[in-house]
């Protein structure tokens, strides 16, 4: 998987067609990075976006390699710029990035669940009637690390277990 990522990565860098800012990526060279993620345009926000998913999902995978994880502030920095120029890309994908980053880990350890919220709030008022993918990552990464079962309950509400079951065995 991390093979694909890292592909998916790339190929994203190349259709940016700014080898300095995939160097600079490559390299964690943050001002050289946002020197190079200031000119990137509207047009190009997709292939920002995904680059930096694939950078994003293979540290996910290599949570084990501190050369990998180190790449977060990368990721995020090129991730940021893909929201700025449009937080609803691919379902507000760039939008959810920021609810999940920011709770994967907990407060102790860095996570801030506070701005996490802010970004579910965003993508639930603005892709929420339209994508499951929202209310299950704001219940999946959100209410377990502020321990809030009634939320949780609300957005996993119309996607309830026994729903499921009984649609399973007819």
């Known amino acids: 998987a991390k093979m694909f990522y890292l592909r998916g990565s790339e190929y ?6 700014d080898a300095k800012l995939q160097e600079a990526a490559m390299n ?3 001002e050289a990075l946002a020197e190079r993620l200031a000119k990137v345009g509207e047009k190009q926000q997709p292939a920002l976006f995904w680059a930096a998913y694939g950078l994003a999902s293979t540290i996910n995978l290599s949570l084990d390699d ?5 790449k977060l502030g990368t990721a995020k920095a090129m991730m940021k710029r893909a929201y700025e120029l449009d937080p609803s890309y691919n379902g507000g994908a760039p939008t ?3 609810g999940v ?5 907990p407060p102790a350890l860095g996570g801030r669940p506070d701005i996490a919220k802010t970004f579910f709030d965003e993508a639930l008022a603005r892709d929420g009637q339209e994508s499951l993918m ?5 219940a999946r990464y959100y209410c377990p690390t502020v321990q809030d079962r009634k939320l949780w309950d609300e957005l996993m509400g119309p996607v309830s277990y026994t729903h499921l079951r009984d649609h399973e065995t007819g």
């Open 12 to 17: 994203g860098f190349r259709l940016l067609g």
């Open 66 to 70: 501190p050369n990998m994880v180190g």
């Open 96 to 98: 959810l990035f920021f």
């Open 101 to 105: 980053v920011n709770t994967a880990l």
């Open 28 to 30: 964690d060279d943050a």
């Open 134 to 138: 929202v209310a299950f990552l704001y």
